[in-house]
């Protein structure tokens, strides 16, 4: 497969890293320890939880941006509480993704996924050859759609190392949850690092 060239940081990301950062040094250096498993092959998974305002996200951006500058590959996604949409933060980077990549650029990571993933982005039509058929994934399929989100995944690893971003996990709703569940157990082999963001105070209010 040839090379793909990872797209840059969302704004938002780099907007947190601005701030200043402070106390983390034990946390950045298990993080350290985390990415050389990583490198060697080993997927992890690290879960960054705290009260609101601990600076949760400010580490995970923190973190994400220092990879990326490794040349590491980066996708970033957040729950919101009121945004109502299943999958919300795999939406979010998946669009990210196929709009900031040059039109037919992803088309040989898609390995013919893109009938299910089209059930996350509209966008991956960007890159498809015209001669494909742009066609509508047949039933409900959820275990096909988290298949082809975790071979993209996988894929894109092979190539470079990939951090996958979940920001405020805790708003996430149960196909979210589910989704990342999924791709946990298909990508423990794979070069990809899963920085999830939650709350450890109890919600109030409205799932979303």
Known sequence: MAPWTPV??????VASRRTRIVGRRYE???????WESVEQGDGQVLLLGGEPG???TRLAAEVACALHEQGAAVLVGTATRDAGV?????V??????????????LDELLDGS???????SRHVDRHLPDA??????AGDGRRDLFEAVAGLLRRMARDRPLVVVLDDLHWGQLPTVALLEHLVHSCVDSRTLVLATFRTTRRTGRRS
Do not use: I
């Open 8 to 13: 840059a940081l969302p704004p938002g990301l």
């Open 28 to 34: 950045l250096a298990v993080m350290e320890t985390v």
């Open 54 to 56: 601990a600076g949760k």
């Open 86 to 90: 299943p999958y919300q933060p795999f």
């Open 92 to 105: 979010e980077m998946l669009d990210h993704l196929f709009r900031s990549s040059a039109p037919g650029t």
């Open 114 to 120: 893109a009938t299910e993933l089209r059930r996350l």
């Open 132 to 137: 494909v058929e742009r066609g509508e994934p």
